[in-house]
């Protein structure tokens, strides 16, 4: 039976703003441009938008700065802060406040200026009090402890590691947007800067500024829009832990949830997914996420990456617009997951464009492997 | 010590006022064996120095992130037993390779 809430939403408007490096300018004038750019690009007025879904590491109400900044009234609002993954709920959300009829036109949105700012991670996470005496740098420390288990467990290596990285930088060289250029090598991630064991800088994520939003309504409406839609056919999320000394399998994230539950909403197979987007804030990521949502068999993400089958011409078009690692990661970058999946599938990515798209995953990750938010998009043939 | 349930006998870390997933709330600290086994490790290699932070499973169940003190690295699967050791100014455990048998 179809899902009640497959294709009753879909993603009319996509917009950014100062992806790379945006001196000078505050985390809310990037939300902002890149808010009122998905406005623009939906065709829709700025007054219309009556849904707002926010979530930075530098707001504690961001629904309510967005509100206040953008001079908006919502109906409806929803600043779920789960981390990176923030999006891909508020995604899921949005749906249901529209098709429940609690708002017409759902705005989601994101900014950051980070690196202008202080050149490193930027988080509100408070530190974990059982782990915080032991002084781990999170994020690294916690997807490097995942990173050795996996190897030790899977018998993974870190040539494999580096062909996420590897693969990534050849999507971003055909991207003109992305901030990472130029060519790079499994021996040049081999042979970077160990950072946290075993994973080298080349293993970790960019540090950015950017903004990132975009816009729902109804399926009805959006047919009458200037682009293409792209429909939420499912979304799902999950979540078991905090602290990574409390993630049950460190080879295993919740996506093994979310990934299923989405799919059944979306009525997809894994099989079935031409792009997969996944949130890439280190290569271990990658791999975990490739198993966990059905790509290949638990332990075998390192084989399956092997040989550029997820760079360009590969098997399996994997974060095509260079990812965290090499296109864009201003601390939490699940919005711009979105908004590559959208570009896909609406034809216009350009030398980077997967041929006859229909169905794209997305997959948000936020925290140390904490939350997982999974949501499959389509076009109008995939409905 | 250590947190158990005096009905299931399950042991939880960190210090809670109830057992995870079950609710149990009849917890009493008794004294761990101090024997644990490295899940997973990491060296930071940072401009202040290096040092690895270690998860490992105790034997009583409860996994807990530490540091092994007195080497680099480890592999993991390593036996290890903790010792208490003073870190700015507060009692901290940490945990030291066991010698094999």
Same mark, same amino acid.
């Given at each position: 039976?179809?899902?009640?809430? #497959?294709? #009753? ?15 000078? #300018? ?8 890149? &808010? ?37 009234? !919502? @109906?409806?609002?929803?600043? /779920? ?33 980070? =690196? ?11 530190? @974990? ?6 002084? !781990? ?19 993974? %290596? ?34 970077? #800067? ?59 994230? &919740?996506?093994?949830?979310?990934? !299923? ?12 997914? =031409? ?10 990521? /990658? ?24 760079? !360009? ?6 974060? /095509? ?22 570009? @896909? ?6 030398? =980077? ?14 925290? %140390?492997?904490?939350?997982?938010? %999974?949501?499959?998009?389509? %076009?109008?043939?995939?409905? | ?101």
């Amino acid at each position: 039976m179809t899902h009640p809430l #497959r294709g #009753r939403a879909a993603i009319v408007g996509i917009g950014s703003a100062g992806c790379g490096i945006a001196p000078g #300018r505050t985390a809310m004038e990037l939300m902002a441009e890149a &808010a009122l750019a998905a406005i623009a690009d939906a065709g829709l007025a700025l007054h219309e938008i009556d849904g707002i879904f926010a979530a930075t590491s530098t707001h504690a109400f961001p629904t309510l700065s967005v509100a206040e900044y953008l001079g908006l009234r !919502p @109906q409806y609002f929803d600043g /779920t802060n789960v981390g990176g993954s923030s999006f891909e709920a508020h995604l899921l959300s949005a749906a249901l406040a529209l098709d429940a009829g609690l708002c017409d036109a759902a705005l989601i949105c994101y900014g950051s200026n980070q =690196r202008s700012a202080g050149g490193r991670l930027v988080s509100m996470s408070e530190p @974990q009090p059982h782990e915080a005496p032991y002084k !781990p740098r999170h994020p690294i420390t916690a997807y490097a402890l995942a990173a050795s288990r996996h190897m030790h467990q899977f018998g993974t %290596t870190r040539a494999m590691l580096a062909e996420v990285a590897v693969a990534a930088r050849a999507w971003a060289n055909l991207n003109p947007a992305a901030f990472a250029h130029g060519p790079l090598s499994l021996d040049d991630v081999l042979g970077s #800067r160990m950072v946290s064991d075993p994973l080298t800088v080349a293993d970790c994520c960019l540090v950015t500024d950017g903004g990132g939003a975009c816009v729902l309504v109804r399926a009805d409406r959006a047919r009458d829009l200037p682009h293409r839609p792209a429909y939420l056919l499912g979304a799902a999320g999950a979540g078991w832990h905090r602290a990574v000394m409390c993630m049950p399998d460190l080879t295993m994230s &919740a996506a093994t949830e979310s990934g !299923p539950r989405a799919y059944a909403m979306a009525g997809v197979l894994p099989s079935e997914v =031409r792009l997969a987007m996944l949130y890439d804030a280190f290569t271990i990521n /990658t791999l975990l996420f490739l198993e966990d949502l059905g790509f290949c068999a638990k332990g075998e993400g390192g084989s399956f990456v092997q040989g550029g089958a997820i760079a !360009p011409g590969g098997r399996l078009a994997v974060n /095509t617009n260079g990812g965290g690692l090499s296109c864009v990661h201003p601390g939490m970058y699940g919005m711009f997951l979105i908004l590559e999946a959208v570009t @896909q599938l609406r034809g216009d990515a350009g030398e =980077r464009q997967v041929p006859n798209l229909d169905v794209a995953l997305v997959h948000g990750n936020g925290g %140390t492997l904490s939350s997982q938010c %999974t949501a499959l998009l389509g %076009t109008a043939s995939a409905l | 010590m250590i947190q158990r349930s005096r009905s299931t006998g399950t042991h939880i870390f960190y210090p809670r006022i109830a057992v995870p997933g079950t609710g149990e709330q009849d917890l009493e600290w008794v004294a761990a064996s101090g024997l644990a086994t490295v899940y997973a490790i990491t060296v930071n290699r940072a401009r202040d120095g290096t040092y690895n932070l270690a998860l490992v499973d105790l034997d009583e169940g409860p996994r807990m992130m530490t540091r092994i003190d007195g080497v680099e690295i480890v592999p993991i699967g390593t036996r290890v037993r903790a010792r208490i050791v003073e870190a700015d100014g507060a009692p901290l455990v940490v945990f030291v390779p066991e010698p094999a048998a």
